[in-house]
């Protein structure tokens, strides 16, 4: 079987090893591929693994020995799903490897938006603590997360867990999601989208793209939230609107946002949100410390042995 690796580079940047998919035959690995090297790189592969690199209907038409498309990550919007399903083609992700760092990336920005750690710790780099005629320096409101309510958007294994560290914070929290109350813990209350916006302190994006779901923080949204409130976005960019949220930003519509994602990534210089007030953009790296990659990478070779052995797992239908 050969295997092409279109972009391998983030997964693995030289601390990691891929050579458990050799193992299967032939494998080679790209750090990144352009659009227009596509073709030429897989032709005659019967497997690719793709993280960011758009895989769509014509590509697939051009390519005729390939029989297994493998996201190297969980979300699969790079992948034209019918067009796979009808050619017969397995298109596998990888579900759950950064449930612990996505939840742990959404606090380091809902604890850095509401302790301004960054800001602080700037101010004391200055000398301003030096300066100052007391023990304790603060210019900015501090925040208390007991109490707060927090809404979840898309109670999957992301936004569970991240429910569960706001529960240990003492956090009250709201979730919108497809399940029934039935099958959520007391501690978690369910709520329709515009109730979520409107009641919530803070609202922590976990939902998949896709057509019902693009652009759904937008400007009628955003009217409906506190000017207290904080948005985390370390799902997809385009959940949000991005122009809209960095009016509602620049006019005090909402106190702040902490995002992991964009829309376009890496972002170009005009992005609204490069510039907005109180907008604390980290380059998507939730998912990029060493624990969650060899996680990624593990359940990447053994998603390909399965299908080798003609047991596919995590198929996208």
């Not at 976005?233 to 509602?248: K, S, V, Y």
Request: charged share 20%; with cysteine; proline share 5%.
């Amino acid at each position: 079987m050969r295997t092409v690796v279109l972009d391998g580079y983030t997964a693995n940047p030289g601390d990691l090893c891929w050579d458990k998919l050799k193992e299967f035959g032939e494998c080679v690995i790209y750090d990144r591929t352009a659009p227009a090297e596509v073709l030429e790189r897989t032709a005659g592969a019967e497997a690719l693994l793709t993280n960011k690199v758009v895989i769509n209907s014509e590509m697939m038409a051009a390519l005729p020995d390939l029989k297994y498309i493998g996201v190297l990550a969980t979300g699969y919007n790079v992948v034209d799903i019918a067009a796979a399903r009808e050619r017969g083609i397995i298109v596998t992700n990888i579900p759950a490897y950064s449930t612990p760092s996505v939840g742990q990336m959404v606090f380091a920005h809902i604890l850095n938006i509401t302790q301004q750690v960054r800001h602080y710790s700037e101010e004391v780099s200055r000398g301003d603590w030096s300066k100052s005629p007391d023990f304790c320096f603060y210019n900015t409101p501090l925040i208390e997360l007991l109490g707060k309510k927090i809404g979840i958007v898309g109670l999957g294994q992301t936004g569970y867990n991240t429910a569960r560290i706001a529960i240990g914070f003492g956090m009250k929290v709201w979730a919108y999601t497809s399940k029934s109350r039935l099958q959520l813990p007391p501690e978690i209350r369910k709520a329709d989208l515009d109730q979520l916006f409107h009641e919530c302190d803070i609202i922590s994006l976990h939902c998949p793209l896709n057509d019902s779901t693009r652009e759904m923080v937008n400007a009628s949204r955003l009217s409906l939230m506190k000017p207290t409130s904080i948005i985390i976005n370390t799902g997809r960019g385009p959940l949000i609107n991005e122009q809209d949220l960095a009016n509602a930003l620049n006019t005090g519509q909402i106190y702040a946002a902490g995002l992991d994602v964009l829309s376009e990534e890496p972002p170009r210089s005009d992005n609204p949100l490069l510039t907005a007030r109180n907008c604390f953009i980290t380059p998507h790296i939730a998912w990029a410390n060493f624990e969650a990659r060899q996680r990624l990478i593990h359940i990447a070779v053994s998603n390909l042995k399965a299908y080798a052995e003609g047991k596919p797992v995590n198929i996208i239908k």
